[in-house]
Nanobody, 119 residues
Framework: QVQLVESGGGLVQPGGSLRLSCAAS????????SGWYRQAPGKQREWVAL???????NYVDSVKGRFTISRDDAKNTVYLQMNSLKPEDTAVYYC?????????????WGQGTQVTVSS
């Protein structure tokens, strides 16, 4: 069984930083594209950042220059470094990954981690 587990969320003041991690476990052969999404209260889930298997990245305009997505294939882990956080970044953050495993190739979601930016 393949699982994605996010960690690293919490409460931070405006201007602060957090680093989110998304670790994949199970009988994994490889991770293709991975991404981070977020959902604020009363809003739809939105895409935040994407990293391809070769390391190419893309970001939603609102986080460009502040967030950095990266991956460590040896650890089957994807990271989201978030700097200069703003109150509008408050949301539950989810990771998504396209994974090849014993069960075939499929997309998986983590359970989410809460990020709250407030003074």
């Amino acid at each position: 069984q393949v699982q994605l587990v996010e960690s690293g969320g919490g409460l931070v003041q405006p201007g602060g930083s957090l680093r989110l991690s998304c670790a994949a476990s199970g009988s994994i052969f490889g991770i293709y594209a991975s991404g981070w999404y977020r959902q604020a209260p009363g809003k739809q889930r939105e895409w935040v950042a994407l990293i391809g298997r070769s390391g190419g990245t893309n970001y939603v305009d609102s986080v460009k220059g502040r967030f950095t997505i990266s991956r460590d294939d040896a650890k089957n882990t994807v990271y989201l470094q978030m700097n200069s956080l703003k109150p509008e970044d408050t949301a539950v953050y989810y990771c998504n990954a396209d994974i090849a495993s014993h069960y075939g190739r499929s997309g998986y979601w983590g359970q989410g981690t809460q990020v709250t930016v407030s003074s």
